[in-house]
């Protein structure tokens, strides 16, 4: 069997995003100047990213939402943008979850506030890889499914054996994390990681993933780096990439390393950065079904990510694969450092 496609599962979500003047101290008043309603959560973000690059292979989705009307909602629009949703279930155990994110319009700057719902009931159960002739299976979010990431005592995870599954069936594994201050971040992460291909997070989630603190201004390369070769220590299998405000970090399993800065952006580019790391992983992930070179990878996700700026929502700002490289020679990169 040929494999071709991408089956995201995880986090489906729906975001009320609302752009507000400023960010409020606790106690006062901001005011709200514009609100949308889209999708949200890792795999949903990354679908909608790749139908709207127009990809041209299978987008299935895998993951669960409440029988209510967030769920059909979320069934729907899945279905108009040409998603299979055979393996999105609904559930009467828990709502459909949502997100509030507030985005401060100027910085493009967000907080979300967040209704873990169905998706912290969602297990090894609901995925079943017979069903799919995908290339790749991408998971996300760790840390914020609740089942999924539970430890028990054999120290295996959900996340870990669905992981495993997905592998055993002939697929490729991406894992994204998300930004939190879970208490067991390092361990839920490492019980993944030796059943994980390409592992896909931000500088902030590799910093806890790692014990390596990688909070400066500007970002220390060499710091992410090594974050980036510890992490393939701990188990990955393929790549580490690590992205951040400046550009991206690739690790590979024989040693080499490669940098990408990201885009140069003019003053008024950044409508929103809602979903921008879920299109930088949606870039990063069609160059690799495609089996492009690492280098082609990391400039489509930085141009992918940078394309998700123009639009206060996770996906509306994305556009085809050509549209998002053109950006190269409209912008130009950052001076690399």
Avoid at 21 to 48: C, R
Avoid at 53 to 59: A, E
Avoid at 204 to 229: C, F, Q, R, W, Y
């Amino acid at each position: 069997m040929t494999r071709t496609g991408i089956l995201a599962g995880g986090n489906f979500i729906i975001d009320h995003v609302k752009i507000i003047d400023a960010w409020p101290e606790q106690d006062m008043l901001a005011f709200i100047h514009d609100e949308t309603s889209s999708n949200g959560g890792g795999p949903y973000n990354v679908l909608k990213d790749l139908a709207a690059m127009q990809v041209g292979y299978p987008l299935e989705a895998a993951g669960l939402v409440g029988t209510d009307a967030n769920g059909d909602w979320i069934l729907r629009d899945c279905a108009a943008t040409g998603i299979d949703t055979t393996q999105l279930h609904q559930t009467d155990a828990a709502p459909t979850s949502y997100t509030d994110a507030m985005t401060v319009r100027g910085t493009g700057r967000r907080t979300f506030f967040h209704q873990l719902g169905a998706n912290a009931i969602l297990g090894e159960a609901h995925f079943d890889f017979c069903r799919t002739q995908a290339k790749i299976f991408h998971l996300g979010y760790l840390m914020l499914l609740t089942e999924m990431d539970r430890l028990p005592p054999d120290g295996r995870t959900m996340a870990g054996r669905v992981l495993e599954a997905a592998q055993a069936a002939g697929l490729l594994t991406s894992v994204d994390l998300v930004s939190s201050t879970n208490p067991q971040f390092r361990q839920v992460t490492e019980a993944s990681l030796p059943f994980t291909d390409y592992l896909i997070v931000n500088e902030i989630e590799a910093g806890h993933a790692t014990g390596v603190d990688l909070k400066s201004a500007p970002p220390d390369l060499e710091k992410i780096k090594t974050a980036a070769l510890l992490l393939l220590a701990q188990g990955v299998r393929r790549e580490v990439i690590i992205h951040f405000e400046a550009g991206a970090v690739v690790a590979e399993k024989n040693g080499t390393v490669h940098h990408q800065p990201s885009l140069k952006l003019p003053a008024g580019f950044i409508a929103g950065a809602t979903g921008a790391g879920d299109a930088f992983a949606a870039g990063y992930l069609h160059g690799t079904h495609e089996g492009w070179p690492v280098a082609e990878r990391l400039r489509l996700a930085v141009c992918t990510a940078a394309m998700c700026l123009t639009h206060p929502t996770p996906s509306q700002g994305l556009k085809p694969v050509a549209d998002c490289l053109r950006l190269v020679s409209d912008l130009g990169f950052r001076e690399a450092k």
